[in-house]
């Protein structure tokens, strides 16, 4: 299957773009109740699936000459997409846990998100952990960083919203995995935070986005949504009768889900003007990085679709509608657009 160059390291994002589309696509079949979004749903859980295991392959082979694996994942430029691989398996995780039990049985669906969930939160902390100490063991420029270095420590609160459906399966372990929750929550938390900081000081001080990585601008929509929805979600995990020390209400992730959304709903903005004005440059050629944008649009309309499903406020359902809307419109176009032989090459360093 010829595509946009075939070895690139944010491939697998087109698997996270797509397990968005459907957990969102499945969202909304649940607050409007129709059918034909469930059967899309899991339409797309099959594509991104599908599109996992092909891809596997090409990041499965670089384990193979460890140091050449090592000199990539310090590349400042694309050394960080490579965790679009674990992140990517968490996202299926979480689909096959929402999505899943439409498609195949409970129990069957809920283990096939397990396998995913330890095999992805393993490969996480492994590539966190290496990916910090390569580019603190190697000099560093403001210049360098980019919103891929967002995603290494980031795609830490995935775990907890994958966890969410395996914690309802499993009230006896709930405790524990409530806490484990949490712990990836904080890891991805904190590092997303520091790592902000130094984002927003690249963005001020440094040289304005261009060329490859000027999609990365979108990245941090993506936090922005799983920072109130991993808190919701674990909420929701805890039946109301559970005399859990988390508690069973839902002020908490609400509180944090319209946090994370206001500021992702600004920054969405922000992007969009900033994007549009490199776009009209000429300097952002089509890549697999373009799924940078996929995902992050995903997650944050993922966040308030749940929001307004846990809270029945209308205006916000309808956000979430008309975020789906565009969600699809963009998944469409860079679809189109990268899985499109290529006639040339564009480097990610």
């Known amino acids: 299957m010829p595509f946009q160059q075939p ?36 339409i797309a859980l099959l594509l991104a699936s599908a599109l996992g295991i092909f891809l596997l392959p090409r990041y499965v082979r670089r384990a193979r000459n460890m140091s050449e ?32 039990p439409d498609l195949v049985s409970t129990g069957i669906s809920l283990w096939v998100s397990a396998i995913l969930l330890v095999l992805g939160a393993i490969l996480a902390t492994a590539f966190s952990l290496t990916w910090a100490l390569a580019i603190l ?21 995935l775990v907890p919203v994958a966890l969410a459906p395996i914690i309802v399966a499993n ?39 261009a060329g490859p990585l000027a999609p990365s601008v979108w990245i941090p929509l993506a936090p922005a949504g799983l920072l ?31 946090i994370g959304i206001g500021f992702g709903l600004w920054w969405a903005l922000f992007s969009f003007i900033e994007f549009t004005r490199i776009h009209k ?37 309808v956000l979430g509608a008309l975020g789906a809307a565009v969600l699809t419109l963009c998944w469409i176009y860079v679809a189109k657009v990268t899985f499109t032989p290529s006639k040339g090459s564009v480097t990610v360093n």
């Open 7 to 42: 070895q690139h390291p944010a491939w697998y994002g087109s698997v996270m773009g797509t397990g968005s589309l459907s957990l969102v696509l499945s969202t909304e079949a649940q607050t409007w109740s129709q059918q034909w979004l469930t059967i899309a749903a899991v």
């Open 69 to 100: 694996l090592m000199t990539e994942i310090a590349n400042p430029g694309g050394g960080p997409m490579l965790a679009t691989l674990p992140a990517g398996l968490l996202v299926l995780a979480i689909a096959w846990g929402r999505v899943g």
């Open 137 to 157: 063991h190697t000099e560093r420029h403001l210049a360098d960083i980019h919103g891929g270095w967002l995603i290494p420590p980031v795609m830490n609160l």
């Open 171 to 209: 009230p006896a372990m709930a405790d524990g995995l409530l806490f484990l929750g949490f712990a990836f929550y904080g890891i991805g938390l904190l590092l997303f935070l520091g790592m902000f900081t130094l984002l927003i000081a690249r963005m001020v001080v440094g040289p304005a986005f």
């Open 228 to 258: 109130g929805l991993a808190v919701l979600r674990l909420q929701q995990s805890i039946p109301v009768s559970d005399d859990s020390w988390f508690g069973d209400s839902l002020a908490a992730g609400i509180v944090a889900s319209a």
């Open 281 to 317: 440059t000429g300097s952002t050629p089509v890549q697999p990085g373009w799924w940078g944008m996929v995902f992050p649009i995903g997650t944050l309309t993922l966040a308030i679709s749940v929001l307004g499903l846990a809270t029945d406020i209308t205006a916000v359902e």
